[in-house]
């Protein structure tokens, strides 16, 4: 059999290719075929799993004002997910205009999903599972629910499409909790919807046919909530690098979730032409306190709607092992570990096995043996707003050492959990959640990831009804979720705000006016902490900073590249013509010598592998209305000089571009890590910031 006759998709619109279920033989013989340039696996993405507006202070912008009443917005919004809810109230169309004439996609029927289903605001849909059945097996064999057409029977996708651009929708909250109005950041942008990721997977060779069509439909701005995970594969082998890559040879700015994977070195989607977002907190937090005995109150967190009409007895899940359970065991409150007659009718207190053990799980186990309530010792991620079955919160160390100190010297201790209260206006924040993947980038150190942090903690978001895992059982329209697949969609939003008022902007220049205008600083004056004790942050958690969408509309400067300057940067980094090609679709010969990869025009500086002394290369094009003078101020990295040049930088008219050096003169070594500052040009206006990242090696 012929390997094209194998094939499940065939890519032809803004790439050519075709995926296929091959033998390791085959796969041989397609690799040595004239004509073809590569081959590489398809491995699998994950869904990187109201209030937010506010913070980010969209309503003062004047500029988006007039935008949210002009309803006849022409910038289209790719959402590359789960699928969508149309019925949900975030998706109306009203007062919009017709769809635009630029858009050449199509709403494809589907199971549940008629032609009715898309409007003016949801413009097209789109559904994808060949990738998913030939790696997993048929849908039907998953054992969930799910719709075969663009619905979306998750939430995930309705969660982060209505983020960019719902509607607004008044009095909605999750059962009380986060009350006010919905919207989105753009809520006048139009929606495309892609669905290739089922049961929280998405084959890269769906992924990849979703991105094609994205770009032949003529969207402006991608979503992708989703990605590898950690390690991430070289860009050239990557569905979603080379996808990306294509979409932003044809203008379209693609913004993704960093991953939720905690610790250094594990961000993803981190390839120089993606936007990559990391989540952080906004000025909310969800209390559900608990009352003991003693009249003591520890304070407590999680999304708990449901009350407790009286105090119930305490007892440690570590106390209700069941038979030939160890009590260390049992103390995780997983499946049959616990004793149903130790535990009926009170409330159980449990801990974490490992930052990945499934939270609401252990409610549902609480609640099979008779348990009515639980109390969690989650210390890293107490902030996270779980959702359980029965009455819960979680509490951190120290309000653990008071509850097992009461428990220890009560002879019946009890305890009643109350009812979650939203809390607002808290300070600090943001903060970095805890959960957000970190640089340091681990394909090209020297590019600086992720390159911007917004709203992922507790996000308050349109839902699918049906999907009632996530929302412990209980059917909902409106559901409050956390990751970077949250804070992805709010910078997609600002991209789209952007691109509406700046509509000749390359998708490098949009990226780049969010970078330089972001804040390095909480709502306390102090740098940014991260989750969730406070730690001291780096670009590698936050990138350029917090996003600042009043700051990103008018940023000044730009620091602008394009697919030549790209492709330079991947000469530099080794990329031979056979990889290029795969990439570009167009066969690519590297200049010789390359130019450093540390020249690219990108909007932060970084250095991986610094001996000695170094000039660093950047131009900058002005965008402002009369001429102006900018001036040099560095934020010194540790044990590194650094000299501007030129230190003023002299503009006459708008789209005027002016060169820069930044010398390097090292005096001490880095020991193996990278050392922080800052070089921002400032007119007294606008102040443009980027990031410095270096790993001096020797001197």
Not at 23 to 44: C, L
Not at 279 to 285: E, G, H, L, T
Not at 366 to 383: E, F, H, N, T, W
Not at 497 to 515: D, E, L, T
């Amino acid at each position: 059999m012929l390997a094209s006759e194998a094939a499940l998709h065939h890519y032809s619109k803004s790439f050519r290719g075709f995926s296929a279920m091959l033998t390791p033989e085959q796969t041989k013989r397609v690799a040595e075929s004239d004509g073809v340039v590569s081959v590489f696996e398809s491995g699998t993405s994950k869904i990187h799993t109201t209030r937010t507006w506010n913070f980010l202070g969209i309503d003062s912008i004047q500029q988006y004002k007039q935008l949210q009443m002009d309803s006849s917005s022409n910038v289209i919004v790719g959402v590359i997910d789960s699928g969508i809810w149309p019925e949900s109230e975030s998706f109306s169309d009203q007062g919009f205009g017709p769809v635009p004439d630029k858009f050449k996609g199509e709403c494809v029927t589907g199971e549940q999903f008629a032609l009715s289903n898309c409007n003016r605001k949801i413009i097209g849909a789109r559904y994808y599972f060949k990738g998913f059945e030939a790696e997993y097996g048929s849908l039907e064999s998953q054992g969930g629910t799910f719709f075969r057409s663009a619905r979306d029977s998750d939430g995930h996708g309705t969660h982060t499409a209505s983020t960019i651009a719902g509607s607004v929708v008044a009095n909605v909250s999750l059962l009380g909790m986060a009350g006010g109005t919905a919207r989105g950041g753009a809520p006048s942008a139009r929606l495309a919807i892609y669905k290739a990721c089922w049961f929280g997977l998405c084959s890269d060779a769906d992924v990849l046919l979703a991105m094609d069509d994205a770009i032949s439909d003529g969207v402006h701005i991608l979503s992708l909530s989703l990605g590898p995970d950690p390690p991430q594969s070289i860009y050239f082998e990557d569905a979603i690098s080379i996808g990306s890559f294509h979409a932003f040879q044809k203008g379209i700015l693609v913004s993704c979730s960093a991953g939720n994977s905690f610790f250094p070195g594990t961000a993803s989607n981190v390839a120089p032409w993606i936007l990559t977002v990391a989540a952080s907190s906004v000025d909310r937090i969800f209390i559900s306190n608990i009352y003991l005995g003693n009249s003591r109150i520890l304070k407590g967190f999680s999304l708990n709607p449901l009350k407790m009409e009286t105090s119930y007895g305490l007892i440690a899940g570590s106390a209700a092992a069941a038979k030939g359970v160890p009590p260390s065991n049992a103390s995780f409150c997983k499946n049959n570990t616990l004793d149903a007659t130790l535990i009926k009718g009170k409330i159980v207190v449990c801990t974490i096995e490992t930052l990945t053990d499934n939270r609401r799980e252990k409610s549902i186990f609480i609640r099979q043996g008779g348990g009515v309530g639980m109390i969690l010792i989650d210390p890293l991620a107490k902030d996270i707003g779980f959702q359980f079955v029965l009455p819960g919160t979680v509490i951190g160390q120290e309000e653990a050492a008071l509850l097992q100190k009461y428990m220890e010297t009560e002879k019946n201790p009890v305890a009643k959990i109350y009812p979650t209260i939203t809390v607002l206006d808290t300070k600090p924040a943001p903060a970095v959640a805890g959960f957000s993947s970190m640089g340091p980038n681990i394909i090209t150190p020297e590019i600086l990831k992720p390159d911007i942090t917004g709203p992922g903690l507790n996000i308050l978001a349109a839902w699918s009804p049906v999907a009632i895992e996530a929302t412990a059982e209980r059917s909902v329209n409106y559901n409050i979720v956390s990751g970077t697949s949250m804070s992805c969609p709010h910078i997609s939003a600002v991209s789209a705000i952007i691109k509406s008022i700046k509509p000749s902007w390359s998708p490098a220049a949009i990226k780049s006016a969010i970078m330089t205008t972001a804040t390095v600083l909480d709502n306390t004056k102090h740098l940014i902490g991260r989750q969730p004790f406070g730690n001291e942050t780096t670009p590698f958690d936050y990138g350029s900073g917090h996003i600042n969408p009043k700051a990103a509309l008018e940023p000044g400067l730009i620091y602008d590249l394009d697919s030549t300057d790209i492709i330079n940067f991947l000469c530099s980094i080794g990329g031979n013509p056979a990889q290029l090609k795969n990439l570009t679709g167009q066969l690519t010969y590297c200049q010789n010598p390359p130019i450093p990869s540390y020249n690219l025009n990108y909007p932060s500086i970084g250095v991986s592998n610094m001996n000695g002394s170094l000039s660093v290369y950047r131009t900058v094009t002005y965008y402002g209305k009369d001429p102006t003078v900018y001036y040099a101020y560095v934020d010194h990295p540790v044990g590194v000089k650094v000299k501007v040049t030129p230190s003023k930088l002299c503009f006459t008219k708008t789209g005027e571009k002016m060169s820069f050096k930044v010398d390097f003169i090292p005096y001490m070594n880095s020991s193996g890590s990278f050392v922080f500052g800052a070089l921002t040009w400032s007119n007294g206006i606008h102040k443009v910031r980027s990031p410095i990242g270096l790993n001096v090696l020797s001197v």
